[in-house]
């Protein structure tokens, strides 16, 4: 739609630039798929069922802790039991989630208030992704036509926004559905997947300090979250935002703290017999593990992996051209998780994709409209004049 045309950062392009970018756009997409018709393949998804894994460990620790038990003998037990590494402190969970849970008169309650969480953060987007519709980029584009054209944009721009956000939603219902099935409550990435895409969206509204809260509460529930708090800290200090700052050194210094005293309390369970991780962390999983982490989402997870591998490139090329502050955060953070899981994490962390599973969603949602003003910017002989 016409309206596009003022959506994305592609129009500054040359259109041999902007051929470029297309090319290696399809030549990326090919060599994705590639990879998952590959030995470089990876993931569990199609794997025969292989008992029971992480939801019923944390399901029975919890139980445990509602009974009366103290955490760390209740995960040093069944850690123990089922063959788990308990070696490293890394191997172990900080508590706060399974306590949570284990306080609720019922934890499967833990399903209703992440399911809830996940359908605030759904809605948030939408809100947004509506907001950015009606830009001031927009305006003032339109503000240099005729009349007649001006409404034209208007009205053009503004199905071309309402088209993206419901866009966005179908794909957000995919990637957040985990959050209401089944006991997969009980996963710590999913709550601090939602948690996060809930803290770049408060960004998006102009609510650092929601963004602060939202970010710190994902990284007391889950330390992968730790990254993302670096990359808004480094934000905001580069902005000059004195009381963010501020407020990411104390949550910092106070993660600290409560990290030391998990660890404190772990020494006591890791005996020299102890098992110890049989793979390191850096495996170099490269484009196979991140392509199995996309995967993650609950309409991805129901088609082959190659479909993933056409969505991470969609999303890659979406954030790319993506103009607004919060968008350009969105995509930050999931190019930095992206690069990192393709270093750190072994094959059946694939369920690590919870955490930008949201995020992604994002990108691929601006992507229509990013390949639109690419192609008009390639070839601008071929768009029909106003």
């Not at 990435?189 to 509460?217: C, D, M, N, Q, T």
């Amino acid at each position: 739609m016409f309206g596009e045309q003022f959506t994305t950062g592609f129009e500054r392009l040359s259109p041999p630039a902007a051929r470029w970018v297309l090319a290696i756009f399809a030549a990326t997409t090919l060599l994705l798929i590639g990879v998952t018709r590959s030995p470089l393949r990876s993931g569990f998804v199609d794997a025969p069922q292989r008992g029971a894994g992480d939801v019923q460990l944390y399901q029975a620790e919890i139980a445990r802790i509602h009974a009366g038990q103290s955490y760390y003998d209740a995960a040093a037990a069944e850690l123990t039991a089922r063959g788990y590494p308990t070696r490293s402190v890394f191997n172990w969970r900080t508590p706060l989630l399974a306590w949570l849970l284990a306080a609720l008169p019922a934890p499967a309650l833990g399903r209703a208030a992440l399911a809830l969480l996940a359908g605030i953060s759904l809605l948030a987007a939408c809100c947004r992704l509506a907001r950015d519709s009606d830009s001031p980029g927009l305006e003032a584009a339109g503000a240099k036509l005729k009349p007649e054209l001006q409404r034209r944009v208007a009205r053009d721009s503004g199905a071309a926004g309402l088209g993206q956000t419901l866009f966005c939603g179908l794909l957000l219902v995919g990637a957040l559905l985990p959050c209401a099935v089944d006991e997969l409550y009980v996963m710590h990435e999913l709550w601090a997947g939602a948690l996060i895409f809930l803290s770049v969206l408060a960004y998006g509204f102009k609510r650092p300090g929601w963004g602060v809260a939202a970010a710190l509460a994902a990284l007391a529930l889950r330390e992968l979250a730790a990254p993302y708090c670096v990359l808004c800290a480094v934000i905001a200090l580069v902005e000059r935002r004195r009381s963010e700052t501020l407020a990411w050194l104390l949550g910092a210094a106070a993660y600290g703290v409560a990290y030391a005293a998990h660890a404190a309390a772990v020494l006591p369970h890791t005996t020299p017999d102890a098992a110890i991780q049989a793979r390191q962390w850096l495996s170099f999983g490269g484009a196979g593990f991140v392509i199995s982490a996309v995967q993650v989402s609950g309409f991805l997870l129901l088609l082959p992996q190659w479909v993933s591998a056409i969505y991470l490139s969609l999303a890659l090329i979406g954030f790319a051209g993506w103009k607004t502050d919060w968008g350009r955060r969105a995509g930050l953070t999931a190019a930095m998780y992206l690069g990192a899981m393709a270093v750190v994490g072994q094959p059946v962390n694939q369920y690590w994709g919870a955490i930008i599973a949201p995020l992604l969603c994002l990108g691929v949602a601006q992507a229509p409209a990013a390949l639109a003003s690419l192609w008009r910017t390639a070839w601008p002989a071929l768009e029909f004049s106003l």
